[in-house]
């Protein structure tokens, strides 16, 4: 069973910078596809970025492009979401999942997802 674990939430001004990790177990991590997605109070779970597991290949929202950062560390089997240049609307609880598929930007492409950490950015 896949278990994906997710840390590194909290409060930050606007501005600041956050780095999230996703600790995953239980898959052939490095075969996968690996996302983060986000839900912000009354609005629907939405794509923040994911990794292939193809040479590694980035996939970005528009939203986030040039200000977040997604890694993973093979050895450690930890997915990372490097988060700068903060925004309140980045508010949100953001969740780490796992995709059967090579690549995948869809919610629905993921299968496992983690309990979801709460990012809180203050104007």
């Known amino acids: 069973q896949v278990q994906l674990v997710e840390s590194g939430g909290g409060l930050v001004q606007a501005g600041g910078s956050l780095r999230l990790s996703c600790a995953a177990s239980?898959?052939?991590?490095?075969?996968?596809?690996m996302g983060w997605f986000r839900q912000a109070p009354g609005k629907e779970r939405q794509f923040v970025a994911a990794i292939s597991w193809i040479g590694g290949t980035t996939y970005y929202a528009d939203s986030v492009k040039g200000r977040f950062t997604v890694s993973r560390d093979k050895a450690k089997n930890t997915l990372y979401l490097q988060m700068n240049t903060l925004k309140p609307d980045d508010t949100a609880v953001y969740y780490c999942a796992s995709s059967p598929l090579a690549v995948g930007v869809g919610i629905h492409e993921y299968d496992y997802w983690g309990q979801g950490t709460q990012v809180t950015v203050s104007s």
């Open positions: 239980g898959r052939t991590f490095s075969r996968y596809a």
